[in-house]
Nanobody, 125 residues
């Protein structure tokens, strides 16, 4: 049974930092492209950051580029999202998602077949 479990969300002041973790089980993690998506109230899912399954390429949305960093530790079956210089507009539920050897359309949520339950990030002004 595949499970993705996010942790690390919370309440932080603008300008602060948080590190999200997504622990995976039941799948060959090193062969999975992993993405972080977020959904704010009244808004669509947004692909925030993606790390390709070989870990050689990453993607960031323009809204987080330069502030967020995605990384993975295949030995721990975990993907991370380090979020710095947080802004109130970063407030959302953050989800991790995975798809086996995904290399194309990796910002499209329908391309992912495994999802975590989400973790709330709230940034106060």
């Amino acid at each position: 049974q595949v499970q993705l479990v996010e942790s690390g969300g919370g309440l932080v002041q603008a300008g602060g930092s948080l590190r999200l973790s997504c622990s995976a089980s039941g799948l060959p993690f090193s062969s999975y492209t992993m993405g972080w998506f977020r959904q704010a109230p009244g808004k669509e899912h947004e692909a925030v950051a993606v790390i390709i399954w070989r870990g050689e390429n990453t993607y960031y949305s323009d809204s987080v580029k330069g502030r967020f960093t995605i990384s993975r530790d295949n030995a721990k079956n975990t993907v991370y999202l380090q979020m710095n210089s947080l802004k109130p507009e970063d407030t959302a539920v953050y989800y991790c998602a995975g798809r086996y050897q995904l290399r194309n359309e990796f910002t499209v949520e329908s391309r992912y077949n495994y999802w975590g339950q989400g973790t709330q990030v709230t940034v106060s002004s």
